[in-house]
């Protein structure tokens, strides 16, 4: 099955569809799906429930999930990990709350959204959130991490209200938490060594190369490289921070190790990918 992974903190899209381009597949981050028109079927862990205007629906890293759709559908996607919730400035006592409801959600289909006076909010919420993050205007990148954040909260209050009132916390899969382990020490290439990593989850050394492929559907030394490329991508796209600041922020040696490893992942040097992401 097709498992997707996420390689920056959050991604805002919107797409309109006349067909779901994806058969069922996972992935390791949140995901928020709001319809903002069109009709047809979510289908998450082989459930079925029919669409419209102004559902929305939670997919967490445990789900598997489609869209079969009937008329054409114009989607708002919100992806984010456990990472951007520790570092979105939301305040430290409601982060812990926060991951214990996203990831004990039902994993049912269905709205997400139960609360009437919540649906009213969310529709210009997303709204308000497309346009920031397509305009580029003074302060938007604030905004947008404002706005994610409510949504986030309203997503995670919905959610509390029928939350069973037992549910083992220690239930998450390792390979989420090697997951999340890579992502919080990216920035510490000699924590990313497989021994290390090994080593700190109690897995055998020669087994842990074919466990990480087998839930990340990549290998371990990629799915580093990939998930790296990215941040320093978004980096060099929306920072002011000179080349050899990112070189030192990633762990690499000095400019031209940072140079080399760049322009291979991406064919142009850090300047020039700077140069025409920001034309």
């Known amino acids: 099955m097709l498992k997707e992974n996420l390689y920056e903190p959050f991604t805002i899209v919107s797409k309109t569809l006349d067909e779901c381009p994806k058969e069922g597949h996972q992935h390791s981050f949140f995901e928020f799906i709001y319809i903002k028109s069109g009709t047809g079927k979510q289908c998450i862990n082989k459930n079925n429930f029919q669409y419209h205007a102004g559902h929305m629906f939670l997919i967490t890293p445990e789900d598997c999930h489609s869209f079969d759709i009937e008329t054409t559908t114009t989607f708002f996607f919100l992806r984010f990990n456990d990472i951007y919730l520790k570092n979105s400035g939301l305040l430290a006592e409601n982060i812990e709350r926060l991951e214990f409801i996203l990831h004990n959600a039902n994993h049912k289909p269905g709205c997400i959204l139960k609360n009437q006076s919540d649906k009213a909010l969310v529709e210009p919420m997303v709204d308000a959130i497309l346009r920031e993050y397509t305009n580029r205007d003074l302060y938007n990148k604030e905004l947008v ?35 999340q382990y890579i992502q919080s020490n990216i920035y510490y290439p000699e924590k990313l060594k497989a021994e290390k990593i090994s080593n700190h989850f109690n897995i055998s050394g020669a087994y842990f190369g074919r466990y990480f492929k087998k839930h990340a559907n990549e290998t371990l030394q990629r799915y580093i490289t990939n998930y790296k490329t990215r941040l320093i991508e978004h980096r060099l796209q929306f920072s002011d921070k000179r080349l050899n600041e990112i070189a030192g922020e ?30």
Not at 145 to 172: D, H, K, S
Not at 257 to 267: E, P, S
């Open 145 to 179: 991490q404002q706005l994610v954040n409510t949504l986030i909260i309203i997503v995670a209050r919905n959610i509390a209200r029928y939350l069973p009132e037992q549910v083992n916390m220690g239930n998450e899969e390792k390979a989420m938490d090697i997951l």
């Open 250 to 279: 990633f762990g690499f040696t000095d400019e031209s190790h940072f140079n080399k490893f760049f322009k291979k992942q991406k064919g142009n040097s850090p300047k020039a990918y700077r140069k025409m992401v920001r034309v």
